[in-house]
């Protein structure tokens, strides 16, 4: 990182530090303390329901501070994990100091540290979801020599009083503006607060969905983040959806990141894009073309995307999205640009020219020189996702890609060159598999395929087990079906799942 990256950092504690956030140390953490009279600490940790839980420590001296970012503290962690025993059931919770920020919603001065859980013997918690994707991507990282970054796009729904003044028409929503899209206000304050907080952002805008039911507005947006590692990438994710919310009540509306809000308008789904490098360098492209590592690790995704959707989609509301004609997935393949696919491989910025100079002709500087931006994106998962079990699945399945016996002919078999609902694609499609249509038949896919998981002990088999049973205990099979023109209850079943993860 430069000086000019450091100054124009947001993150208070990078500016002040004058280094980036995972070269943070305990004396940078008291140090930033101290000089800036920091009052109360706030450990934050993701638990089995995915949202952020809080342990606040106010501050009584230097001594205070120095046992709380050295020890960490004590928790419950069977009200935190059904897998863990009342009788047995305390958890250390141990500070990451690179994911500190300052809390931008306190009066007084606050920090907050995302942590990790450790067990009675110090050890991280076998089961602990940060710890699974941590293991995940060690073991990749031995297996092929390679990294792995991601990035999410996280689409959220802001409901609100009904508001006529400048009506959008109806899932025409696709980057609207001020006054037509009414909180892009809420979204800008949160691009800004996430960057604060250490968020690498890309870019945000309004999404699609947007309607109007029984006097309340329904306004879908959008927020995209740069790629960064696998296990940075879900911290953001976590702190943003943390953030929306807490804003969503200051501004007193209400933020939902709901797989579905009503059958016939989009959805909320939480697309995740990953990209391969050695030594620093982007490798999905090979001469201009999707490369042979890119497609072994869409084959990889492909063979197990069934199962990762126990990871991705889990709540009974996430099979109301994954329906045709509504830009979410349902037959398992994959193309160029086409959102009719499970994995898309977007626009990378391969072979286009030299676009700035066709746009500014009267520039005749020299364009900066463009990495390869290229990923591939896995377009199932929703706001529902464990991000980081679906994480941890995806580079687990990215490794499994790239030790597959002809994973390149497999995924090349499964190559779709346009919109796989067109009737030129008719006899393509009706070959090819479908995603599972609820929670019970996600559990299915998760039991023939947990060996893959299981593997060299990144998922540990009591956790598959209870992902299984939770999924299966929805009763959900069929579910489509038997909710088929009953507006009532369908209304219920979203308000139910309204605040998942």
């Known amino acids: 990182m430069t000086n000019k990256d ?37 450990f ?33 962690g069977s009200s935190l994990f059904s897998f863990v025993g009342a009788g047995s059931s305390d958890l250390y919770v141990i500070p990451r100091y690179r994911t500190a920020f300052v809390n931008p919603f306190t009066e007084n001065p606050t920090l907050e540290i995302l942590c990790s859980f450790y067990d009675y013997k110090g050890n991280p918690l076998e089961s602990a979801p940060e710890n699974i994707l941590k293991k995940a991507y060690a073991r990749f990282r031995e297996k092929t020599g390679f990294e792995m970054k991601a990035l999410g796009e996280l689409e959220y729904y ?5 508001d006529n003044l400048y009506p959008m028409f109806d899932q025409k929503g696709y980057h609207q503006t001020m006054p037509f899209a009414k909180f892009e ?9 996430c960057a604060r907080a250490g968020c690498t952002i890309k870019y945000g805008h309004s999404e699609v969905g947007c309607f109007t039911s029984e006097g309340d507005n329904y306004e879908q947006h959008e927020i995209e983040f740069l790629p960064v590692e696998v296990d940075v990438a879900v911290e953001q994710m976590v702190i943003a959806k943390w953030i929306l919310r807490m ?21 909320n789904g939480l697309h995740i894009h990953m990209m391969l490098e050695k030594d620093g360098k982007n490798i999905m492209l090979e001469n201009g073309k999707i490369s042979a590592t890119a497609r072994k690790m869409i084959a990889g995704i492909l063979d197990l995307s069934s199962s990762l959707t126990a990871f991705g989609n889990t709540i009974p509301t996430s099979y109301l999205r994954l329906v045709p004609h509504q830009e979410a997935p349902t037959n398992i393949c994959w193309g160029d640009r086409n959102r009719s696919v499970l994995v898309r491989v977007p626009l990378g910025w391969s072979g286009t020219g030299n676009m700035i100079k066709d746009a500014n002709p009267q520039d005749n500087s020299e364009p900066a020189q463009a990495d390869s931006k290229q990923t591939v994106e896995f377009r199932a998962p929703d706001g529902s996702a464990d ?13 499994h890609g790239l030790e597959m016996p002809d994973a390149v002919k497999y995924a090349d078999e499964l190559y779709a060159s346009g919109n796989i609902f067109t009737e030129e694609f008719r006899s393509f499609r009706e070959k090819l598999k ?50 088929y023109g009953k507006k009532d209850e369908l209304a219920e079943l979203v308000k139910k799942y309204l605040h998942c993860r």
């Open 387 to 399: 991000l980081y079990l679906l994480l941890a699945g995806l580079v687990t399945a990215t490794t």
């Open 247 to 267: 804003l969503g009540y200051e501004f007193g509306v209400e933020i939902s990141f709901a797989p579905k809000i009503t059958v016939g308008k989009a959805g």
């Open 158 to 162: 802001v409901r609100s009083a009904e």
């Open 44 to 76: 934050r940790y993701v638990a089995e329901d995915g949202k952020l839980k809080t342990l606040n420590f106010v501050l009584s001296g230097r001594q205070h501070l120095e046992s709380i970012l050295s020890n960490g503290e004590r928790v419950d």
């Open 434 to 483: 479908s995603l599972p249509a609820s929670c019970w038949e996600s559990a299915a896919y998760l039991g023939e395929q947990r060996s893959v998981y299981e593997k060299d002990g990144v998922f540990p088999a009591g956790l598959i087990d209870n992902i299984i049973g939770t999924l299966t205990a929805y009763e959900d099979k069929d579910l489509s079906e038997r909710l």
């Open 6 to 42: 450091i100054l124009l950092n947001p993150n208070e504690l990078v500016q002040f530090l004058k280094k980036p956030a995972n070269e943070f140390t305990k004396d940078d953490i008291i140090k930033f303390v101290e000089t800036r009279n920091i009052e109360m600490i706030n």
């Open 185 to 193: 206000e809420l979204r800008v304050t949160a691009l800004e607060l």
